[in-house]
């Protein structure tokens, strides 16, 4: 490690810095890729069919069809990039990079592993090492922003159904998050810290002192505001593809499209790593006291996975709602759940001092 | 005349939605397991340039004029199936022939051109209802495409043909018996 760092003329920590943003996101961004084809795939054997099996490497090499990420990636390239005459040109530009960049930043606290020591220097896994004062206040607030990439798109496309998909979709977002950060709030209060590092560490490894046995109401509570706040099925309304033709990314081709979808994909990767580390007990490898780096990582990779396709699993199950229900819901249940969520473990701390 | 729709009275269980949505997803992981376990070939879908249906009985596909042992065509240009025909594609011309000498006397009919264009053809199986001779029949290929017009015009041998390969005989593009002028009785 000091050896390259100097090759490249750079200190260790910066050099550490630049590595992990270099795996943190590209590895993100490759399971978004991956998990665009596991939904198609996913989604064909959950209704009976077959879904992409047949792109090929170089017309032989047929890999259960994964080389269709490549296909779809090539063909997506070289698509004519059009814009609608009066759409709002720079907006229309900076739409997909403001729902993408938003979505991958999330990631940046979450931390994929064990911490460890070597040449008396500590390294953390995660982006941003734990103790920098923002905690997991930081993928709250950057979740905050995906609105702006919906509505953004909505807004320069110039279109009827793609405005009403961007503001039916802000409308859920905001309304969702409020429900959200109550349930990470009780969270906060139990463990005493912000920090993911220290939510991780008081979750311990035993199975059943992690979050999800000990905030149940918590757990659904912020697992539904995931969905709303990741714009997926039950509450796709952004999209709505049935009613209001694509949505928000309507107008959107070529590139731009897929940048848009593949931020969809990226979101979905940080909501289930949100999951994993609140509620999952982050990179805790259950009933193993002291696991190794790898075997962390390993536990959060599998844990990250999990929930990602536990995402495509309930959109292939659940009906969307009607728009009125997901208002209901998010307001009249979500957020006096979370709410009555928080008062009881206050009254549980109280209770226990 | 009104009908009353019946409301379904949900039970608690079903209006805390967390229920329900897990039975559901018990259904659709059922469903995912039961796929991924089954291979691909033995799935519902028809992979279908790899496999093929195996149409039904009395599907009613490509038509095959029949022919005899020897190689003869079956029909005798009756043109009862162009008249049967309800899309006006079947186009026939006939010709006599004969195995023996003109001065035996004895003749036959068969098409000389035998024309039907598919890009009409409706498959309605008239045409086979119609023939007196069975010489018409159609069959169970349904893979009648080509890339231009002409070659769905398909003449006397290529109706001959059609199911040559499937039934493993061969292909003729030629009457076993040759034609005769036509006889002018002098009288
Ligand atoms: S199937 Fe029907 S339409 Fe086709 S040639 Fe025979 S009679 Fe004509
Ligand atoms: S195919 Fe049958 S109906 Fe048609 S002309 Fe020949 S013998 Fe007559």
Redesign the pocket.
Known sequence: MDKLASLLHLTPALLWMALKVIIVFAGVMSLAAIFTWVERRGSAMIQDRIGPNRAALFGKIRIIGLAQILADGIKMFFKEDLAPTDANRNLFWLAPFLAFVPALMGFAIIPFGRSFVSGGQTYHLSVLDPGNGMGMLYPLAIGGMAVYGVLVAAWSSNNKWSILGGMRASAAMVSYEIGMSLAVVSIFMTTGGYDPAEIITAQGHLPWTWNIVRQPLGFIVFFTCMFAETNRLPFDFAEGESEIVAGFNTEFGSMKYSLLALAEYSHMMTASALIATLYFGGWQVPFVKDPTVLMSVACFLMKLVFFAWVFVWIRWTVPRFRYDQLMKLGWKRMLPLSMVNLVVHAWFMSQSH | MGVIVKKVELSWLDRTYVWPVMKGMAITFDHFIRNLFTPTAKRYTIQYPDMKKEMPEGYRGLHELKRFEDGAIK????????EACPARCIS?EAEEFSDLNITQGFEEKR?AIFKIDMLRCIYCGM?EE????D??WLRKDYEVAAYDRLSMQYGKWDLMNTYAAADGKERISQDPTPTVPRRTIVM
């Open positions: 029909c005798v240009a009756c043109f009862m199936c162009q026939i098409p045409c119609a023939c007196p001779k010489a018409i």
